[in-house]
């Protein structure tokens, strides 16, 4: 399989950024040094294993971006995606600080009623991530500095730079959870002093322990960890819940494997790996919502905005969500003078982020990540003819497939990390691929034009690639995606700041 497509795949559906790319040669800069030894400090209670397997998850995604001839990432626009699709797929977290572009933020203890989406706010990075610089400061101010050189003096970033930064923020997110249950000690009244490690337990308290760190996690912050009777009460109506049986065995699940009394580090042990889980276990809930969705749409993917609001029928939930929200997300879609509700960024929406740490959010996990994992790994290259990708297309049991020829560019070219090929995914899995708002098309563009600056400075990539060296006149028009996407978000009001 040829790579050399992919230059010409660029230069053709892109024509961005500058015209004259500076033909220099990059220097080692001194800002990689402070990065490396940034995340080995970071990295401290890690274990190898954890950052292999980060790294294996990681791999097919790192493989379809573009690299240049050392196959190194450009450093900006590649690390923040990388490390949003990792999170939104293994444990459907919403990173504070590594929001999606343009997406509502809503702030912890907040109801997405509350959610506003700044009208400039690009994407997040991975340097603002709250939890990194209050965690690890220098690695966030490491991360920074790459983050705002400029490409021509920056560094590139290997496979393994990128799976040692996520499994950093994984490592600091995860011991978020020993906070929690410490207070869960406290408020089952088996300590009283938060500065000193607990000590054992017998297995029964150990369980009751685990089920108030969870129903903490999951009733999100702000948490009154002062009233132990207001607890008791919350779990005692927890208790009657059909929720009960399940969150028990949960727990039941990360306990077992060792009798009688539970020391500290067990307990700990076993909170750490329900933080890893979570995203996973909840997702039933997503399912059962997806479901319920499907009997009520009137076209694949799209309910009705009257029905999603008001179908006596099916009353296994209520969607409540406001008609600001819904259009603030990027959820609702006007077409015809009929407004739908999209069932796929529905679901991925903040609204059902049902966990909430000061950090992040526990969100639906994003399946159509997993999709797009399932094409660059069938791939192992940034796009592929299309005549390839309808193959892969058609082994995903992917509806659309023949629409994937608008996705391509002029030389039948398929390539990822464009609006065009979300844009299809979106219409060939219309309960997994959410329809990808302007800003992430934007923020696609802005991936596309860094890596194609980056490919140019590279005197090794642009010789290999010589033949196919972009010139201005040989821009396209705007692919198709982009007209019709005028007309769907015609109409749609303007947001508040
Ligand atoms: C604790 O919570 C209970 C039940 O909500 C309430 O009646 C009580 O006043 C609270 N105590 C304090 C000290 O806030
Ligand atoms: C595609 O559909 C076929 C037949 O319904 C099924 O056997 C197969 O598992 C499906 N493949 C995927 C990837 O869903």
Redesign the pocket.
């Known amino acids: 399989m040829s790579r050399l497509f992919l230059p010409l795949a660029l230069a053709l559906s892109l024509c961005a950024g500058p015209s004259h790319a500076q033909l220099m040669r990059r220097a080692t800069p001194s800002h990689r040094g402070r990065l490396q030894r940034a995340l080995r400090e970071a990295l401290a209670k890690v274990t190898a294993q954890r950052v292999l397997f980060v790294e294996e998850t990681l791999r097919a995604s790192y493989e379809a971006f573009p690299k240049d001839a050392k196959g190194n990432l450009p450093p900006h626009q590649a690390l923040p995606a990388l490390a949003r699709a990792y999170f939104a797929k293994e444990h459907g977290w919403l990173v504070r600080g590594l929001e999606p572009p343009g997406a509502p933020i809503i702030a912890p203890g907040e109801t997405y009623q509350a959610a506003k989406a700044p009208k400039e706010r690009g994407a997040g990075d991975l340097y603002a991530v709250h939890a990194l610089e209050d965690k690890a400061p220098e690695l966030a101010a490491a991360l920074k500095e790459a983050a705002l050189s400029p490409v021509t003096r920056a560094a590139g970033l290997s496979l393994a730079d990128v799976a040692q930064a996520v499994a950093a923020l994984e490592q600091i997110l995860l011991e978020e959870s020993v906070t929690l249950v410490r207070e869960a000690y406290v408020l089952n009244g088996l300590e009283t002093d938060m500065q000193r490690l607990p000590g054992s337990i017998p297995e029964d308290q150990a369980l009751e322990v685990l089920l108030s760190y969870l129903l903490l996690f999951r009733n999100g912050v702000p948490i009154d960890m ?2 132990a ?2 607890h008791r ?1 919350i779990k005692e109506r927890a208790r009657k819940t059909v929720l009960w049986l399940p969150m028990k065995r949960f727990v039941d699940e990360a306990l077992e494997g060792s009798e009688g009394e539970r020391s500290w580090a067990e307990v700990k042990e076993a909170t750490m790996q329900m933080a890893k889980q979570f995203g996973r276990w909840q997702n039933s809930e997503c399912e059962e919502m997806r479901s319920t969705l499907r009997k009520m749409e009137h076209a694949p993917g799209r309910v009705r905005l009257e029905d999603f609001h008001g179908s006596p029928k099916f009353t296994n939930y209520q969607f409540t969500e406001k008609e600001d929200y819904l259009q603030q997300a990027g959820i609702l879609e006007e077409k015809a003078g009929e407004r739908s509700v999209l069932i796929a960024n529905y679901l991925l929406g903040a609204s059902n982020c049902i966990a909430s740490s000061e950090y992040f959010s526990v969100c639906c996990l994003n399946e159509c990540e997993v999709l797009v994992n399932q094409f660059e790994a069938a791939v192992q290259a940034p796009g592929a003819p299309v005549s390839q990708v309808m193959q892969v297309a058609r082994e995903l049991n992917a509806s659309a497939v023949d629409e994937l020829a608008d996705a391509a560019d002029e030389s039948q070219v398929v390539v990822w990390h464009t609006a065009g090929f979300r844009h299809w995914l979106h219409r060939a899995f219309p309960y997994q691929c959410p329809r990808p708002t302007a800003s992430e098309d934007q923020a696609l563009q802005a991936e596309l034009a860094e890596a194609q600056e980056w490919m140019k400075m590279d005197e090794a990539a642009r010789q290999k690639w010589k033949p196919l060296v972009v010139h201005p006149s040989e821009c396209t028009r705007l692919p198709q995606w982009h007209e019709e996407e005028e007309e769907a978000t015609h109409g749609v009001v303007e947001l508040e700041v």
């Open positions: 002062t009233n009777t207001k009460l």
